[in-house]
């Protein structure tokens, strides 16, 4: 494409949609089909919304802890259950319960979810651990917490 041609499209770019001179400088670069700016060339762009491949590179994988609101919980109470990360990379983490089935209110993204004790419960052991996973992996699972309904 010809410098007069790329100038005025520069131009009326920035002019007519508000786009930053360097927006402008890579658009002429890919209208000339130049090699980009940058080491190895490309996108040097670090404010994309995107997010970078999933290459096991970047991150660390989380570590939580287990919270109960109540080890000594009575009949059809409610007992909460709080997953938080205490190491490694907190965003993007999805929290997993163990053992699930009678769990409730199960929120992956906040680590929360209620156990309800029913008569069956009194006078056994319960016992609870999470875990987490971010775009790293998945992290150990928690040191276990018990419940002892009464």
């Known amino acids: 494409m010809n410098t007069k041609r790329t100038t005025a499209l520069c131009l009326l770019t920035v ?14 670069r890919l209208l000339a089909d130049l090699p980009a ?57 999805l929290f997993h319960f163990e053992p699930d089935d009678r769990l409730i209110d199960i929120n992956a993204v906040n680590g929360t979810a209620v156990f309800i004790v029913d008569e069956g419960d009194v006078g056994v ?4 651990t999470c875990s987490g996973t971010n775009s790293a992996g998945t992290g ?11």
């Not at 002019?15 to 002429?28: F, N, T």
């Not at 052991?125 to 609870?128: A, D, H, K, N, W």
């Not at 699972?141 to 002892?148: E, I, L, Q």
């Open 37 to 93: 700016s940058g080491p190895g060339g490309g996108n040097t762009n670090t404010n994309d919304a995107t997010p970078p491949a999933n290459d096991n590179t970047s991150g660390t994988v989380p570590t939580v802890t287990l919270s109960l609101s109540d080890s000594v919980p009575q009949v059809s109470w409610e007992v909460e259950l709080q997953c938080s990360v205490i190491s490694g990379d907190s965003a993007g983490v």
């Open 15 to 28: 002019l007519v949609l508000a786009v930053p001179l360097g927006g402008c400088v890579e658009l002429a």
């Open 125 to 128: 052991q319960l016992t609870f």
């Open 140 to 150: 150990p699972a928690s040191t276990p917490r018990s419940m002892f309904p009464l």
